[in-house]
């Protein structure tokens, strides 16, 4: 398994598109349009592979100077539970350091708030829906 950062519009992008529409929108009744990629050529997109497979993905976006929200997190269901999410957290957070952001936020599903609570995010504020779906502002200091 490897974990790199993938070019907008690449081979690989449209593979971690296939991956999301997959695991967070057709099982809401959802489909990924047009409309939901067209900024993502100035977002930062990440993902594990297997040979030629995706195993995972997220996206981080700059949205101040400081700190990036972190989105679009999933892992193919087959191998969820297998530390892959984990790995990806831990590879964007590096990478974030290293290009000097001091945090992340993410919009967590209510179910996923268990999981980045046990990497130090933290709730901010109170259940909101969002694509009908409950959610959590999430926050965490990556770095001074």
Known sequence: MRIKEVPFNSKEYYKL??????ELRIPLGLRLSKEDVSNENEHHHFGSFEEEEAL????LVPIQNNRLKMRQVCTLSS???????????????????KNNYNFMQ?????????????????????????????????EKKISE
């Open 17 to 22: 598109c296939k991956l999301r529409e997959e």
């Open 56 to 59: 995972a993905c997220l996206i």
């Open 79 to 97: 191998h969820q539970g297998k530390g892959i999410g984990a790995k990806m957290l831990e590879f964007a957070e590096n990478w974030a350091k």
């Open 106 to 138: 993410c919009n967590a599903r209510e179910n996923a708030a268990p999981f980045y609570l046990k990497f130090g995010y933290e709730i901010k504020g109170d259940l909101f829906e969002e694509i009908g779906i409950p959610h959590y502002l999430m």
